[in-house]
């Protein structure tokens, strides 16, 4: 998916901003290929992606956002291993030496990748490290703080690791015992889940991540539902949604949010169990009611239209999303029949979904799969006439 949208942008950029733009998405996309100077995609195994070479040796950053990193690489053509970065202080030099780093250990170093700029006008683009570092898991206190890789590496089957659940250590080994490693109370995991359910790793993770998503995902928000006093037929049902994020150390959703998708989708029903109304329901193309309440931010180009396209994106349009926990509360209103059947029951249901449908249809063609919806949460309540 990626690659189908940076060809796109290579192809259809137009001036400096743009293109530079485009072009800086694979210093952390494929940084290795970038570091060697090798930017057309698709890469070899080698050079795409994000590997554990790369992070492990980033020795340090010159700032925050756009790929900030200094690499140490080692020299495999002279069996050099170089100097690897990480968490621990007393790993044991083998096929290369060790070191420990701080940086690993918090925020600042997600941070590098984790926001983007527009490199021709500096528009925000994505900010996950910025919603963090001012929002309340970020306490300014070491005992305390919360950082990307408390719950980001702490996840693994059976342990979502949201801010709303717990988040156990994970004792093991780092390295293999016959070369020196040591048991150690824990060892960071190293999954790396978002909110992608769509396999997209190679084995052994890409069984067991796609279902870690969804975990992720099911333990990040809850609903509340408020219904107005006073509720007969003939009069209007007034109710409100509260939408909370719970769970994330971030705003709901992150990342590159023109292309997420979070959605509420309520309903009312009668006792025969009759849709009265709904909002926010999916079509049989996977086309969202336009109806719908969704969260997402909306980039403008310089022509003030709408665009899903970053490198085009001059200014934000809109950004309406629910910050750590924080909440936005929705309103409805709806007209009772006289002849209803009570009681009535209204369903409230929070979906999610990495990109639009039509999106994926239109960058992969005959190679497009159907992007799983992932239900968040949902509530019922029952109201009485």
Not at 76 to 82: F, K, N, S, V
Not at 295 to 300: A, D, L, N, R
Not at 330 to 349: G, N, R, S
Request: hydrophobic fraction near 30%.
């Amino acid at each position: 998916m990626f690659q189908a949208v940076y060809n796109l942008g290579k192809e259809t950029a137009e001036g400096e901003s743009q293109k530079q733009t485009i072009e800086s998405c694979v210093r952390c996309h494929h940084p290795i290929g970038h570091s060697a100077g090798e930017t057309d995609l698709p890469l070899d195994d080698e050079k795409g992606g994000v590997v554990c070479d790369f992070c492990h040796s980033v020795r340090a950053t010159t700032g925050i956002g756009n790929a900030p990193y200094i690499l140490s690489p080692g020299n495999a053509a002279e069996m050099e291993g170089g100097i690897k970065y990480g968490p621990f202080d007393d790993c044991p030099d083998t096929i290369h030496k060790n070191q420990f780093s701080e940086l690993h250990t918090r925020s600042e170093f997600c941070g590098g990748c984790h926001d983007v700029s527009h490199a021709g006008n500096d528009l925000p683009i994505e900010q996950t490290y910025t919603e963090w570092r001012q929002g309340p898991y970020n306490t300014g206190d070491p005992e305390t703080s919360v950082h990307c890789q408390d719950c980001h590496m702490r996840q693994r089957p059976g342990f979502p690791s949201t801010g709303s659940t717990e988040r156990p250590d994970n004792p093991g080994f780092a390295s293999p015992e016959i070369m020196g490693g040591k048991n150690r109370p824990h060892i960071w995991t190293h999954y790396f889940v978002g909110g992608s359910a769509v396999h997209i790793s190679l084995p052994p993770n890409s069984e067991a991540q796609p279902q870690m998503a969804i975990d992720r995902l099911k333990n990040a928000a809850t609903l509340e539902v408020h219904v107005n006093s006073n509720v007969k037929k003939g009069g209007l049902l007034q109710f409100k949604v509260d939408v909370k994020n719970t769970g994330a150390g971030h705003y709901l959703p992150t990342g590159l949010t023109e292309l997420r998708q979070m959605w509420l989708e309520v309903s009312i029903t009668d006792s025969a169990g009759s849709v009265l109304f709904n909002r926010g329901n999916v079509d049989s193309k996977g086309n969202i009611d336009p109806e719908a309440l969704i969260y997402h931010t909306v980039f403008g180009n310089e022509k003030g239209e709408p665009t899903i396209h970053v490198w085009e994106a001059t200014h934000i349009i809109s950004d309406y999303r629910v910050p750590p926990k924080g909440k936005k509360v929705e309103q409805f209103a709806f007209l009772i029949p006289e002849d209803i059947k009570p009681p009535l029951k209204i369903k409230a249901v929070l979906n999610y979904r990495s990109a639009p449908q039509y999106l994926v249809n239109d960058l992969l063609g005959e190679k497009a799969i159907k992007l799983p919806i992932i239900n968040m949460t949902e509530l019922t309540k029952e109201v009485s006439l």
